[in-house]
């Protein structure tokens, strides 16, 4: 008995010592790990340029067009990597990065905020990555002010290519990279395409909650869509009934509402612009298809295509990039032989995206925007008077009339679109 008690006595002092030391271990490391500020702060802007640049890049780079089992690479230099970077780093986790390229390494720099808590608001990583016959390999790695030893960045690159390969959709895609090769001015990534790397990337996008919210829109089109009139449909009259369903499915959680109305927006400006929800997402599609036909805003088709699409985008990426891919589309037009550029379009480019602002903005933006669904939205709710902007501009013209995008001449025709869209109840 006085054994066991002895032991007791030397267990019940060691737990009240060891304890409170890994809870102070605990607390010590997450306040090394965490910081008050990220270390990284170039935001995730684009421009119209930023856009024409994605453009070419994704052209070029089409791995469609190889032979299944064929070698194929994709190089993204430097300044490319500037662009898609944070855009990765803002969609995926509302965080930053940035990378830092040299001969046979690179230098990777990750901000991600953190939930509310009393240590800091910011986990900062920095890796230094090696070229390899294969994938690059951590050579250092580091959370906040923790510089973690090469035994442990070792493991958890381990455990995180282990995770990856049990995934049913990353899996296939991971192993079709062979190396990656890095160079001070850029990275080119070497991998063998098949024809299943489409499917397996989409459901790797998108989780099973996300397809069936489309599904559940893409049935309610297929509905609207079944006896169309022989002229076609005003926006509005799929528009209402989308974002109506999308209130019935949320109730009353602003996060839930704005995740239903952004899957209304997508399904709707796939429709609109005739590309079809299989595109994104074929599991999403695989009921009853929604009757082809033309939908027009203010009698004009290509402006419900305009209006559409940004919505969309702005709802998914953000306003700003929404306007970047407008403007572009427009100034592209002028110069490339299309139909010149036109403020008509940017102006349905720009209600769409604040369309979609309201849609998955703060609760009362979202309140707001349901109110005006169930009153009965009308066209002229959406988009203001345009009969009087000018447009059909051949790229010498627009030059005349306004030289660039960052004239007086220019700006005050874009604020008097923005004056107009605001004067609208639905915006204000």
């Known amino acids: 008995m006085r054994f066991i008690a002895k032991s007791l006595t030397v267990l019940l002092l060691s737990a009240a010592v060891v304890l409170p030391l890994g809870v102070l271990g605990l607390l010590a490391l997450a306040w090394y790990c965490t910081d008050h500020a990220p270390a990284v702060v170039r935001m995730a802007t684009a421009t119209p340029a930023d856009v024409a640049r994605a453009t070419r890049l994704a052209e070029r780079s089409d791995p469609r067009k190889a032979k299944p089992g064929m070698l194929r690479s994709i190089t993204l230099t430097q300044e490319e990597l500037d662009l898609v970077l944070p855009h990765l780093a803002a969609r995926a986790a509302k965080g930053q990065a940035m990378a830092e390229l040299q001969s046979g390494r690179a230098r990777v720099q990750l901000s991600l905020p953190l939930p509310s808590n009393p240590f800091g608001p910011w986990l900062n990583v920095q890796a230094q990555l090696v070229q390899t016959e294969g994938l690059p390999q951590i050579q250092a790695l580091r959370f906040g002010r923790l510089q973690l030893p090469q035994p442990a960045a070792d493991w958890l690159l381990a455990r995180g290519l282990a995770w990856l390969q049990q995934q049913p959709a990353l899996g296939p895609a991971a192993d079709a990279i062979q190396r990656v090769q890095i160079t001070p001015q850029a990275v080119s990534v070497v991998y063998a395409w098949h024809d299943g790397l489409p499917a397996q990337l989409q459901a790797a996008l998108l989780e099973p909650e996300d397809v069936q919210r489309l599904r559940a829109y893409q049935q309610r089109l297929a509905q609207l869509t079944q006896a169309p009139p022989p002229q076609g449909m005003a926006l509005h009259e799929l528009l209402q009934p989308l974002l109506a369903l ?40 695989d009921g009853p298809a ?139």
Do not use: C
Request: hydrophobic share 45%; glycine share 10%; net charge positive.
């Open 290 to 428: 929604p009757r082809a036909q033309r939908v027009q805003l203010a009698g004009r088709g290509d402006l419900a295509q305009h209006y559409s699409v940004s919505a969309a985008l702005a709802a998914v990426a953000g306003t700003p990039l929404a306007d970047a891919v407008g403007l572009y589309k427009e100034l592209d037009d002028a110069g490339t032989g299309g139909s010149g550029f036109s403020f008509v379009d940017l102006a349905a480019d720009r209600a769409g995206a604040r369309m979609g602002a309201l849609a998955v903005g703060p609760a009362p933006a979202q309140v707001r925007l349901q109110r005006r669904v169930a009153a009965g939205l009308t066209e002229q709710d959406l988009v203001p008077s345009l009969q009087d902007l000018p447009e059909f501009l051949p790229k010498a013209e627009f030059q005349r009339r306004y030289g660039n995008t960052d004239s007086a001449a220019f700006k005050r025709m874009r604020a008097d679109i923005e004056r107009r869209i605001g004067a609208l109840a639905l915006y204000r």
């Open 246 to 285: 999308a209130g019935e499915r949320a109730g009353a959680a602003p996060e839930q509402r704005a995740l239903e109305q952004r899957a209304a927006l997508v399904v709707l400006a796939f429709y609109v612009n005739g590309k079809g929800l299989a595109a994104i997402a074929p599991a999403a599609a």
